[in-house]
């Protein structure tokens, strides 16, 4: 099974590609997932570590080795050869492709194709520079399926838009919903008690913030006091850090709640 988006930027692929995993692991299928290098890296393909630097794989592929300790990402920039690699070693009975939908070098038999409300909206088909898409709209004719991660309110009020966008594809339309189960001291800390009805501060990534901030209202039965938006690429530094505590002491102080891929970077 591949798991992508047609932009760049994260989408979630990696929470889907996690879940998907403990779904086949449940089901005693064995599952690898094989993700893509951007760049060579020594010893390739190898098995992805927990503990490596962020410099050497990124962190949604960190974060899919902490989900899923259980499960081996096998990391190349030639994925086909990761998959031959791994079916030496372990013969897996589930492969998942991280990111791979514009990968077409590699068979699959089922392609998910995770969209965002930017992507039905202004942003349908619009290729970088001027977008955020890396190919033309008539590749939405390739996926088998296709995930819209979008809260529930806009999920409502985007589905006509979906539909009438999406519909001479022909394509199953499922919408993909992220919450909050359990929060914890750091990143894979403890866990922590609840806010206590505290006021709060959320940190989370541009592509994910809307779905993050609908997630932490469920759970909280209250939105963020404030919500602090970074580049999904951005690199966190000490001004940074300094920035979020005093907005946090704006709160009369208030906890500071950070999406997991921001937590895994600060």
Known sequence: ISVGSAAGSPRFKHLLCAWLAGWAKSKDLDPTILARLESNQPGMPFTAEKD???????????????????????????????????????????????????????RRNLDLLVLDGQDIGPGFGRI???????????????????????????????????????????????????????????????????????????????????????????????PPRIRLVFPDNHRFTAQDIEAILQESGRARPGPVLAAPREALKL
């Not at 592929?61 to 499960?71: F, G, K, N, S």
């Not at 009805?197 to 779905?211: D, F, K, N, Q, R």
């Open 52 to 106: 490596m630097p962020l410099s050497v794989c990124g962190p949604e592929i960190l974060l899919m080795t902490r989900y899923r300790p259980d499960v081996s990402v096998i990391l190349d920039t030639d994925t086909a050869r990761a998959g031959k690699a791994a079916w030496k070693t372990s013969q897996p009975g589930f492969y998942l492709l991280h990111d791979g939908f514009s990968r077409l070098d590699i």
């Open 128 to 222: 970088a520079p001027s977008g955020t898409w890396r190919e033309h709209h008539t590749a939405l004719h390739r996926p088998s399926a296709m995930l819209l991660a979008i809260p529930d309110q806009a999920f409502t009020r985007l589905k006509p838009l979906a539909q009438r966008r999406l519909a001479k594809y022909e394509k199953p339309l499922f919408q993909l919903k992220l919450r909050i189960w359990q929060l914890r001291e750091g990143l894979f800390g403890a866990p922590h008690r609840d806010f206590g009805g505290e006021p709060y501060i959320l940190v989370c990534g541009e592509s994910e913030a809307a779905m993050t901030a609908a997630a932490a209202e469920e759970y909280f039965d209250r």
